[in-house]
């Protein structure tokens, strides 16, 4: 292997949809029983290649249904590709939709204990980090206090913070530049800026193409599922722009 | 040592799953952490309540039953603990089964986004409401005692029936999951099939009121197996046949391998579906 961080070659993603209204157990055992195949496949990617390497900072863009969210969940290793070979080297970190899956219930402090180990690191090392995760996210004060006690930016704030306190290899991002206020979301600039300088390879996946002008070192432009120009950042997005 | 994910390498499924729920295990201590906890802070009683929701259950059920019939069974069997131990296996089952399946189907929403492998969700589940039953043992042990039964020496051997019944649970729970997350109707199907496996299961009635017919299926019962073995290493009441022991340890190896083949073979196509 070479010193590809990533290395995405003819990465193809097929998936099965039921026709109808078949999400019913009773439907499913009708429609076999009649022979009645409600099943289509939809190719959500096709013909992918592209490689990363190390401190590169790769932009996605494209349309909605492009198939960006999906080539992030195959690269995260939570789909597995349909045909094709993904090569990752090390952790990946993904930070998408921010504060999904954390429980009301639990406090801040039990929040990130949870999510970091979910995220492959151990409970000690977590314990110590927490301190600096809460701190970061100027929620020192309120750390011990359920989840559902907080603001919905107070969350966002503690779900980015999590994620980029994480020791690892790739970072993703996920259309998280515009999420809290003005300030927060100045905060996390840097934030993610401090990252990329630190070497990081990072994913970028955003609608706003001025951040990819600033932060992206090459540009991978989907369309319907299929690779449309692999290059330079600045030569992909001038394209992009004009269709 | 960073590691390497390389989707086209081929591995062997049990050895590297079981590696990895060893190397998730402070994941796991957590979730079933997280899943105790939140038990209880949601009610008032606290812990306690894992202790009274059981013997409230029993009491109903015993009070019913011994106006209608006698506080012993023909062979002499005190009723109330008799209905105590069904309730307190049946409850393991059934809220071990559905907690581990909820676990999966209800967590895709994190699955969908962190590389976690879905079984470590429902091992966590099956664990805590293992746990549960544990504690429930001492509400067992007051009744018991109380009646004026006294507690076997065997009663360590409970163990073996908890670890028989986190394979079935686990096992049950891999392969319905797939169906709660594909089929919206699958829950309420699932909550009829429970209720007609709770009264085929000697909870609250002795087996020998029953017809040859009846005593033949409720024999079929797995879960008939399992009680029985608990009431007799727990408290040396009613029989256990070694054909009990070698139906609960092979239904429960049949679950838990028969679920993890139908969980791989479906999962991925199911969570490629949302």
Known sequence: MTDHVIKVSNLELNYVVRHGRASTLKEAVISAIKRINLDITVSALKDINFTVDRGEVLAIVGHN???????????????PPTNGVVKVRGNVAPMLELGAGFNPELSGKENILLFGVLLGNSTKSMESKSVEIAEWAGLTEQI????????????????FAIATFQKSDVLIIDEILGVGDAEFQKKSRIRILDLINQGETTILVTHDLDAVEELATKVLWLDHGRQVALGPTQKVLDAYRQA | MSNIYDSSARTNYFSELTTYLWKQRDLIKLLVKRDISVRYKRSVLGLLWTMLNPLLTSLVLWFVFV??????????????PYVLAGVLIMTFFNQGFIGAAESISGGVGILQKVYVKPQVFAVASAISNAINFLLGLFALIVVTLMVGDGISIFAPLTILVVISMLGLTIGLALMTSILFIRFDDSKNIIAIS???????????????ILDDKVRFVVSLNPLSSYLDIFRHVFANTGTATPIDWLYMFSTSLVALFTGLIIFKRFWARSVVMM
């Open chain 1, 65 to 79: 249904g492009a198939g960006k969210s999906t080539l992030l969940k195959i690269l995260s290793r939570v789909l």
């Open chain 1, 144 to 159: 011990n206090l359920p989840l559902r006690t907080y603001s919905s930016g107070m969350v966002a704030r503690l779900a």
């Open chain 2, 67 to 80: 106006t209608i019939f006698k506080p012993k069974l023909a062979d002499g069997t005190q009723f109330a």
């Open chain 2, 194 to 208: 429970l209720q007609l496996l709770y009264y085929l299961t000697p909870v609250f009635y002795p087996k020998d």
